[in-house]
């Protein structure tokens, strides 16, 4: 049995809120929720899908919390990781970067040899540029809790169900 995580920073409100839902659409107890604030790298690899939390602070940078778990991350061998990133962004306060915490996430597995799922279609989303596009879609689930909050439900039902497709 594949172990899955969801991995988030316990003191965020709305990206929690998203774990919460994910975990929730995946009817899993197998899901185990882990902070992103005391991720270390044994604990990261014994998961054999990882599901990310990652917003979007300032002007298109990474949650601070990330600071401390990102030089780990660039030194490990990620290829037989299966990792879907799922981001917090607002596309009319901030449409010049839109996403790019997922975006600078997504680089940084990637280099690691990291298999990507979850990309998602831009289809709906009014943005001027994001670091999370590759090919006209997303690297993760876009989240814009400011925009289209009514949007959050089906997004991450749907989201979730092509997760599940991906990690099997």
């Known amino acids: 049995m594949n172990k899955t995580a969801i991995i988030y920073s ?7 809120k998203v774990a919460e839902k994910i975990k929730e659409a995946f009817n899993d107890d ?5 902070n992103a604030e005391l991720i270390d790298e044994e604990l990261f690899m014994s998961f054999d899908q990882i599901i ?8 298109g940078e990474l949650p601070n919390f990330w600071d401390e ?9 990620l290829s037989k990781k299966k990792i879907a990133l799922y981001g917090l ?3 009319k306060g901030y449409p010049e970067n839109f996403l790019d915490g997922v975006g600078i996430m997504a680089e940084i597995l990637e280099a690691q040899g990291a298999n990507l799922v ?4 831009v289809e709906g989303y009014e943005f001027e540029s994001s670091r999370a596009l590759r090919d006209e879609q997303f690297t993760g689930l876009a989240i814009d809790f400011e925009n289209q909050g ?6 991450i039902a749907a989201w979730v169900d092509q997760l599940k497709k991906e990690f099997a």
């Open 89 to 91: 962004g607002d596309q």
């Open 52 to 59: 990310m939390g990652v917003a979007t602070w300032f002007d």
């Open 30 to 34: 197998q899901v185990e929720m882990v």
């Open 118 to 121: 979850g990309f998602t279609s």
């Open 10 to 16: 316990f003191n965020t409100k709305k990206t929690g």
């Open 150 to 155: 009514s949007m959050n439900k089906e997004r």
């Open 69 to 77: 778990f990102v030089p780990a991350l660039e030194d490990m061998d």
